[in-house]
């Protein structure tokens, strides 16, 4: 099984002061979240996303977990093209983005 784990941050209040704007920037990350949440594609076990929940300082704004039958099924994943549009939605408001795929 492989799991992919994606972190995401979005702008520092202090980099992105205008509220409208971190606004705009939290709703675009959540209708991407709940985009990624909703994809059913062939070799998926499990999918989750959240926002943080503010828990402990310093944490990252949201972050999705999914689960693959193996390397070719998260491959296929990779590169569908419902998935890029999401992924492009969340990537364009976010200052960071942090990836890891393992067998788990």
């Known amino acids: 099984m492989i ?12 980099e992105q002061p205008d509220p409208a704007a ?6 675009e990350l ?6 990624i949440a909703a994809l059913r594609l062939p070799g998926q076990l499990d999918v ?4 943080d929940a503010g828990l402990r300082a310093g944490g ?9 039958v193996d390397e070719a099924a ?10 890029q549009e ?3 939605q969340i990537v364009a408001v976010s200052t960071d983005v942090a990836r890891v795929q393992f067998e788990a």
């Open 48 to 51: 989750r996303v959240g926002l």
């Open 30 to 35: 959540e209708a991407g979240l709940a985009g």
């Open 3 to 14: 799991r992919n784990v994606v972190l995401v941050r979005l702008p520092d209040p202090s």
């Open 22 to 27: 971190r606004e705009h920037a939290r709703a």
């Open 86 to 88: 999401y992924r492009a």
């Open 74 to 83: 998260y491959r296929a994943y990779d590169v569908d093209p419902e998935h």
């Open 60 to 68: 990252w704004s949201a972050a999705i977990t999914s689960d693959w």
